[in-house]
């Protein structure tokens, strides 16, 4: 009786460390590889906790002028001493695209985490995506720039420079 009551606490204990690693994976929003091993899970929170830059523009998948707003992404790498890197950015879907660090500018693009001052989902394109302001320049409004705006933003891969 005694080991079957050992054998049951036992499992309990490793069902709540399961349960609390879980909850804590859950609240990871993007992943963000700065080197070899070096692995940094962020949250809603940990982005919010950002200074937030916020523009309305039209863009080529939405319908009229939309206001996002987010962290810029020069901000975060900045944040994380990486700046002057190249990126290799991944969606959901497992879409990947390569960012060159002069891409990346002071307020652009930003990782918006808000579209309309609302989080979005998955469905709308989130609950990360890469934005740009395109109406506000020309340069912002190339083939290039567009496949850099990556929806459903998972992971962040430092490159180097």
């Known amino acids: 009786m005694c080991q079957i009551f050992r054998s049951v606490v036992l499992y309990s204990a490793a069902f709540v460390v399961f349960i609390a690693t ?46 996002f707003s987010g962290p810029a992404l020069r901000t975060l790498l900045d944040t ?19 960012i060159p660090a002069d891409a990346i500018e002071a307020d652009a693009p930003i990782i918006a985490n808000r579209i309309d001052g609302k ?27 567009y496949s850099y705006s990556i929806w459903q933003l998972k992971s962040l891969r430092v490159l180097g420079p």
């Open 22 to 67: 879980s909850a804590l994976a859950d609240s990871s929003i993007l992943r963000v590889h700065t080197g070899e091993d070096i692995q940094i899970d962020l949250s809603e929170d940990d982005l919010l906790a950002l200074p937030q830059v916020e523009f309305t523009t039209s863009t080529i998948w939405t319908i009229g002028e939309v206001t």
């Open 119 to 145: 989080p979005f989902s998955l469905r709308e394109k989130g609950p990360l995506w890469i934005v740009f302001p395109y109406d506000s320049s020309e340069r912002y409004q190339s083939e290039t720039v």
């Open 80 to 98: 994380l001493d990486v700046a002057d890197s190249d990126l290799e950015l991944t969606a959901a879907n497992d879409y990947s695209v390569r």
